[in-house]
């Protein structure tokens, strides 16, 4: 929706003047989601808060959260607020407001987004201390190649890999795979042929599009990211994928590691890992994701990253570690932190509490030197 200031009589087609409030609305809850004033100009004192708690308690108005039991202020820096869901008296990034105002007091905008779940709707568990965690920071520790541009060299670190320890049964799960939104399905399977496919590989175009249909939205349709992946159509992605492999790598039969599968803006992504280069220490790994179109169950396109890490290759090759695992680990302890944090269960269909093992520092291998890994 959007409204023009009175002052406004004319305005060119397709242009919204200064001043133009769009306002965006959760059509099945009837919430507003986000208050945009365009070009940072408001006219209207509908929106202008005198005191924090009056902008507070128009939030929880608006959204029917209350304040310290559903939400509390993050930061705020230039009359910018940020908020985020408060979970087991924590602040939780699973839900964020931001509100900016001008130098009056007047809203320039309001935006809401992901989930801020009642104390009721999660699980509650307790947090494990650092001292708890020993065993599962030793497996974490890894020896790792990172490149360094300005020595153009390999420096050979020993560095934490993150990783959410869940309650006290200690269930691990991966970072990067809880930080991906839409359907995953481990594969982990060899690709192997007898004879290469004769037909060329024909490229197609592909088209990322978050649009849906006024239909689909009365129909609350799911996300095609969150739909998931069935055992036929995971053995036709396989299929596919293998097709691809024999037009366009034809005598890499084995030298292929299908590692899983991962749905992305409508389409389905294959992740290969190529074995012959797989390099266990490298903090970049090669790998190649196949394009399928979930329709036709066809590879439309491949994107190999084999060509952006090229440069790295010619940089010199790091030397053979003198520091032990075990050293490394003393020395990283202090700088390990453990973050609490909410992260959603899928089989219980609810947030539950995690820690997040994480550290920004590595031990250099060679000369036990603590590193900040950012300025490497």
């Not at 709707?121 to 790792?144: A, D, F, N, P, V």
């Not at 992946?229 to 596919?240: F, G, M, R, T, Y």
């Not at 050293?327 to 509490?353: D, M, T, W």
Request: include cysteine.
């Amino acid at each position: 929706m959007e409204w023009f200031p009175e002052h406004v009589i004319d305005r060119e087609e397709e242009c919204n003047p200064p001043g133009t409030v769009v306002v965006d609305v959760n059509i099945h809850s009837g919430e507003i989601v986000s208050i945009i004033t365009v070009e940072d100009t408001s006219y209207t004192s509908l929106m202008e808060f005198q005191s924090f708690e009056e902008m507070v308690s128009q939030i929880e108005t608006i959204t029917d959260l209350t304040y310290g039991a559903h939400f509390k202020l993050k930061e705020e820096k230039d009359q910018t607020y940020r908020f985020q869901a408060y979970l087991d008296k924590i602040l939780s990034p699973i839900g964020e407001i931001e509100v900016r105002l001008d130098e009056n007091g007047r809203l320039l905008s309001y935006l809401k987004y992901g989930d801020f779940p009642s104390p009721s709707s999660h699980s509650q568990r307790s947090l494990l201390t650092k001292e708890e965690c020993m065993g599962i920071i030793q497996q974490q520790i890894r020896l790792i190649h990172i490149p360094s541009l300005e020595e153009e060299a390999h420096i050979l670190v020993y560095g934490l890999e993150e990783i959410y320890i869940v309650g006290e049964d200690r269930f691990l799960r991966p970072y990067n795979i809880v930080q991906h939104n839409g359907t995953i399905v481990d594969v982990h399977q060899v690709l192997t042929w007898d004879t290469p496919l004769q037909v060329p590989f024909e490229q197609g175009n592909v088209f990322f599009q978050d649009n849906i249909s006024l239909d689909e939205v009365k129909q609350k349709a799911t996300h095609p990211d969150l739909l998931p992946i069935s055992d036929e159509q995971k053995q036709l992605c396989i299929a596919a994928v293998t097709d691809c492999l024999r037009q366009e790598f034809p005598n890499d039969s084995g030298k292929w590691e299908f590692a899983r599968i991962e749905r992305h803006n409508g389409y389905i992504h294959g992740i290969l890992h190529p074995l012959a280069s797989h390099d266990p220490h490298s903090v970049f790994k090669t790998k190649c994701t196949m394009i399928v179109n979930p329709e036709t169950n066809k590879v439309m396109t491949y994107i190999n990253n084999e060509v952006l890490m090229a440069p790295f290759k010619e940089f010199a090759a790091a030397p053979k570690a003198v520091v032990t695992k075990a050293e490394a680990r003393e020395k990283l302890l202090s700088r390990i932190e453990l973050k609490p944090c909410h992260i959603f269960n899928e089989e219980k269909g609810q947030y539950v509490l995690a820690s997040l093992l994480d550290c920004d520092y590595g031990v250099h291998a060679v000369t036990g030197e603590l590193l900040r890994l950012a300025d490497i």
